[in-house]
């Protein structure tokens, strides 16, 4: 076997196969080690009870004609034989906050005027809003596909700026402040910590417009991964990377569990940062530096139920429906263990064969490592009656909760699939299972943004935590990286149809 390549990728998630992608491109050799049996990190899937299920990808935004990630998804070919559903234009997220509904519908302008529906007598608070979301999204050059000599960007004031304190400081209306932070699940929002920068480039990214993919997630990752392979470079499942050997700061090979050595001039890892540290032996980092990835502040993990449903029971909805018990949609900040739940997001399989009705659902929240910890020293599929008796107990408060809004639940219930911290934890390498990998703070904005280059001369990051999370964060993260090697305004032109 030849195991000499230019660049070894570890993980397969967006980020990785990405880079994988643009770097076969330009001719080098290189090689993807995933340590699951699928590829694709938050991109897998599985089947159940006649359900093919997403894990980690529910909907995707600005994929207009002309939005940034539609030229991202036309430079990757993602418009290759995968098809997209745009979601409701009236609604592409219906929030219900403590029992009324409030719609997010798709562009600003009709966004605004919903608003001004909402709250006759808040439209200068409405517009303020809006102006300073499309601000600071202006201020970012890289996730407007601008020419950026170095990739960083120029957003000054807005990084250190909280999200919940701006929007309390352009409105009194109580019930506004919660609607122009109902989108903050889709980040695991953190009222005391969550900056405004990232809370705009979020809303801006689904309010321009948002999308599910037609299928599942999983066409995504083979058709980055078939570009791969057809570009000379390999992709390898099973295979997980435990030890980095370093030479004078500098990685000579890789070994994984099934001891393995494969040899490289570069090295890029998708994998969480922290994570990434426990590959590398003591003394061959900077302390300094193995101690900042380490202690990061993460996202709040995730308890998930995928359900399956009686045929004609649900009309399908085309659109996210998001429920907060509470009048606070800020739920990652007074989750209370004893309470839960008290939210969830519902998203929905779309129908085969132009049924009305759909046979998959999903349900998410919130849900703290710590409620599992008890069992993460157990191997999967071995952690005892009482991990199950757990999974099955929360799973039946949430779908309980859910039924409240959604009858046709009761009795339809073919059968369900339960995620827990433990279950993001052991499929994705994120610490404590963490929900999108690093959390941004706006008290410490330096802290949020982690460079792709590292300590070690030829160790370089992608993925989630490089800069944003998500289909929009993971695919800029991947032009960031990628641009080490052969230049990120290059990558920039080619993505605009400039090269
Ligand atoms: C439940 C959930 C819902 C989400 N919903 C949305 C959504 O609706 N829209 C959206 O845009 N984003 C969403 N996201 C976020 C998005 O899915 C992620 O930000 C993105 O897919 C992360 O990609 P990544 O490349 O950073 O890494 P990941 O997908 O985390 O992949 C990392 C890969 O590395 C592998 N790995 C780990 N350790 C090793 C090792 N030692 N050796 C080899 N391989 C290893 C893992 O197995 C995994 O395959 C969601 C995420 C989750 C978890």
Known sequence: ?????????????LGGLQCGVILSRKGYKVLVLEKNKQIGGSLQTFKRNGCTFSTGIHYIGSLDEGQTLNKIFKYFKLFDGIEYKRLNSDGFDIFNIDGTEYHFPIGFSNFKKQMYDYFPSEKDAIDKYVAEIKNTVNNQDIYLLKNAENGSSAIGKHLSMNAWDYINSITKNTRLQQVLSALNFVYAGVKEKSPFYIHALINNHFITSSYRIVGNTGLIAKKLKDEIIENGGDVHTNKKVVNLVINNNKISSVETKDHNKYFANNIISDVHPATTMDMIGEGLIKKSF???????????????????LKKNSLKYINANYNYYKRDDVWY??????????????????????????????????????????????????????????????????????????????????VGFNVSTPLTYRDYLGTPMGSLYGTLHNFKNPADSYISPRTKISNLFFTGQNINLHGMLGVSV????????????????????GQA
């Not at 519902?346 to 759909?358: N, R, V």
């Not at 993260?477 to 920039?492: A, R």
């Open 1 to 13: 076997m030849d195991k000499q390549y230019d660049i070894i990728i570890i993980g397969s998630g």
């Open 290 to 308: 193995r101690k900042r990835m380490k202690n990061k502040e993460n996202t709040m993990s995730a308890f998930g139920v995928h359900i399956s």
């Open 332 to 413: 990652a900040s007074y989750y209370d263990e004893k309470l839960w739940p008290e939210h969830y997001f519902l998203h929905c399989g779309i129908p085969e064969k132009e049924s009305e009705y759909t046979n998959c659902i999903g349900l998410l929240t919130h849900m703290k490592f710590e409620e599992v910890a008890r069992w993460e020293e157990l191997p999967v599929n071995k952690r005892g009656d009482d991990y199950e008796e757990f999974k099955n107990k929360k799973a039946k408060m949430l779908i309980e909760l859910a039924t409240k809004n959604f009858p046709q639940l009761r009795n339809n219930i």
């Open 477 to 496: 993260s991947s032009i960031l990286t990628c641009g080490e090697f052969v230049g990120v305004n290059k990558i920039l032109k080619e993505i605009n």
